[in-house]
T-cell receptor, first 114, second 110 residues
Framework: NAGVTQTPKFRVLKTGQSMTLLCAQDMNHEYMYWYRQDPGMGLRLIHYSVGEGTTAKGEVPDGYNVSRLKKQNFLLGLESAAPSQTSVYFC?????????????FGPGTRLLVL | ELKVEQNPLFLSMQEGKNYTIYCNYSTTSDRLYWYRQDPGKSLESLFVLLSNGAVKQEGRLMASLDTKARLSTLHITAAVHDLSATYFCAVETSGSRLTFGEGTQLTVNP
């Protein structure tokens, strides 16, 4: 039982390049989330999903797109990376609202945009 | 817009001492979470507080929730070096979304 995994762990991009971050969970969770964490700040929600095939915007969605084609996977895409997107990205999952329990976090992806 | 404020943001304390971290939030919610993050690591769940007056304890840490005051506290008893980390509170809103505080960076000195 791996929990929440993220790939890659670290990536360097040039401005304007695109990439996709993959989050996978093996806990059969309904809800999945993408956050970014910047120095001295808490986590900010980018996008989230309340089930397969659904996505919704969070607090800071601009410049990102997401897809949830399979229940266990949640993809975060950067179409044209900008230096302001340099951050650590965390994925999380939870069973859902009715379960009243915590979110489980992945190990994070460190992204540097030059 | 929901605001979640923690204080202090930085805390340096000696081993054996007690201290409290405060988490204030600006909207109605009866679900609050505390997480721990070690440098370069992911977030680890510490406590889930689901109702007014909830109190949870684990080892030297105790968390409480007062929904009427929109306040949660994380109390540290007889601190030890292993507790050095950054502690985040997070308030749940609709759709199981979490809004995080800025974090309290705790350093426990020998």
């Amino acid at each position: 039982n791996a929990g929440v995994t993220q790939t890659p762990k670290f990536r360097v991009l040039k401005t304007g390049q695109s990439m996709t971050l993959l989050c996978a969970q093996d806990m059969n969770h309904e809800y999945m989330y993408w956050y970014r964490q910047d120095p001295g700040m808490g986590l900010r929600l980018i996008h989230y999903s309340v089930g397969e095939g659904t996505t919704a915007k969070g607090e800071v969605p601009d410049g990102y797109n997401v897809s949830r084609l399979k229940k266990q996977n949640f993809l975060l895409g950067l179409e044209s990376a900008a230096p302001s997107q340099t951050s650590v990205y965390f994925c999380a999952s939870s069973r859902g609202h009715t379960w009243r329990e915590t979110q489980y976090f992945g190990p994070g992806t460190r992204l540097l945009v030059l | 817009e929901l605001k979640v404020e923690q204080n202090p943001l930085f805390l340096s304390m000696q081993e054996g001492k007690n201290y409290t971290i405060y988490c204030n939030y600006s909207t109605t919610s009866d679900r609050l979470y505390w997480y721990r993050q070690d440098p370069g690591k992911s977030l680890e769940s510490l406590f889930v507080l689901l109702s007014n007056g909830a109190v949870k304890q684990e080892g030297r840490l105790m968390a409480s929730l007062d929904t009427k005051a929109r306040l949660s506290t994380l109390h540290i008893t007889a601190a030890v070096h292993d507790l050095s980390a950054t502690y985040f509170c997070a308030v749940e809103t609709s759709g199981s979304r979490l809004t995080f505080g800025e974090g309290t960076q705790l350093t426990v000195n020998p």
